[in-house]
């Protein structure tokens, strides 16, 4: 058997501030999901209904779609960095519901 004692998980899952740690982590989660989502399939939308649109180069022969396939690339890193610093809170938030 563990030396660690078990937390009341009853206990804890009514603690308000585990409450506003799972609602505050869904909320970011939610939103930046639906966003990344949405930029996806008008990106794909794009290429799908208008590829001549998308075939127009901006800049020396990068083409816009090839621009927009890049934004996604880092719009997955601004994303992922934006999670990693939002984590930091949780994490501190966490904190507060273990004492």
Do not use: H, N, Q
């Amino acid at each position: 058997m563990s030396s660690l004692a078990e937390p009341g998980w009853e206990a804890v899952a009514r603690d308000p501030r585990f409450r506003a740690l799972v609602a505050d982590r869904r909320r970011f989660v939610v939103r930046a999901s639906t966003f990344y989502t949405a930029y996806l399939m008008a990106y794909l939308a794009l290429l799908g209904f208008a590829p001549g649109f998308m075939a127009k180069e901006v800049v020396g022969a990068l083409s816009l779609a090839l621009l927009g396939g890049l934004s996604i690339c880092v719009l997955a890193v601004v994303l992922a960095a934006a999670y990693v610093r939002r984590s930091e809170r949780w994490d501190r938030m966490a904190e507060e519901v273990r004492r």
